[in-house]
């Protein structure tokens, strides 16, 4: 009989720590379910800025080419921005305390650059001086959204080794970005405003320190 009780008792005592292991992991699992969560949305929040961003330069060189397509396109920019920057994704990211974080931050600051770009955007037309040059800042933005979009949904590592490939491409396409800023001489407002929200897309300054030779 005591032996009966005394297996009995040890096999409770083992139920009951299984269950506080499954409980750890459980609390874990959501611990980890939550900053994957928050994580996510922001990325993904980010790419639809970085769309709505290569949307307004569609939309400025139909203005460019004198399309009457260009200011619609310009439109749905502009509601793809509020859409990503006023929706309940990004209440709860602030209500969960996510506000003051930097890369909050930063897509904050892309998001103001953005709106005020498509703004100035709307006065282009066929007669707009620079053509070229401006076209040429437009694909630079293009370019470097898309390499920092490619970098963003491969740092989710959900698909193995083509997330690497996802990030060297990413990378390439912010050194071409990078490049065609060199290659415009234009110095005004409208250049400026795209030559600082191509740099918040590369995340590299205007003007990288050099290096010494020891």
Same mark, same amino acid.
């Given at each position: 009989?005591?032996?009966?009780?005394?297996?009995?008792?040890?096999? +409770?005592?083992?139920?009951?720590?299984?269950?506080?292991? @499954?409980?750890?992991?459980?609390?874990?699992?959501?611990?980890?379910?939550?900053?994957? %969560?928050?994580?996510?949305?922001?990325?993904?929040?980010?790419?639809?800025?970085?769309?709505?961003?290569?949307?307004?330069?569609?939309?400025? @060189?139909?203005?460019?080419?004198? %399309?009457?397509?260009?200011?619609?396109?310009?439109?749905?920019?502009?509601?793809?921005?509020?859409?990503?920057? %006023?929706?309940?994704?990004?209440?709860?990211?602030?209500?969960?305390?996510?506000?003051?974080?930097?890369?909050?931050?930063?897509?904050?600051?892309?998001?103001?650059?953005? +709106?005020?770009l498509t703004k100035q955007m709307?006065?282009?037309?066929?007669? $707009?001086?620079?053509?070229? %040059?401006?076209?040429?800042?437009?694909?630079?933005?293009?370019?470097?959204?898309?390499?920092? +979009?490619?970098?963003?949904?491969?740092?989710?590592?959900?698909?193995?080794?083509?997330?690497?490939?996802?990030?060297?491409?990413?990378? $390439?396409?912010?050194?071409?970005? +990078?490049?065609?800023?060199?290659?415009?001489?234009?110095?005004?407002?409208?250049?400026?405003?795209?030559?600082?929200?191509?740099?918040?897309?590369?995340?590299?300054?205007?003007?990288?320190?050099?290096?010494? $030779?020891?």
């Open positions: 009989m005591k032996y009966t009780l005394w297996t009995f008792a040890c096999l +409770s005592l083992m139920g009951l720590t299984g269950c506080d292991f @499954d409980r750890q992991e459980q609390h874990e699992a959501r611990e980890q379910s939550g900053k994957m %969560s928050h994580t996510m949305r922001m990325y993904h929040l980010h790419i639809l800025i970085n769309h709505a961003l290569q949307m307004s330069t569609q939309g400025g @060189d139909m203005k460019l080419l004198g %399309s009457r397509r260009g200011p619609a396109m310009l439109d749905k920019a502009e509601r793809l921005l509020q859409r990503a920057m %006023s929706g309940p994704e990004m209440a709860a990211l602030h209500k969960q305390g996510h506000a003051n974080k930097a890369a909050m931050k930063m897509m904050h600051d892309l998001a103001g650059s953005t +709106s005020e709307r006065a282009l037309s066929k007669q $707009t001086a620079n053509r070229d %040059s401006l076209q040429m800042l437009h694909h630079a933005i293009e370019v470097a959204a898309t390499g920092s +979009s490619l970098i963003m949904l491969s740092q989710q590592g959900m698909a193995g080794d083509i997330d690497l490939v996802m990030v060297n491409h990413g990378q $390439t396409m912010l050194g071409e970005a +990078s490049g065609l800023l060199h290659e415009v001489a234009n110095v005004d407002a409208y250049s400026e405003l795209v030559r600082k929200i191509v740099r918040m897309l590369i995340g590299i300054p205007e003007h990288p320190a050099k290096t010494t $030779t020891q």
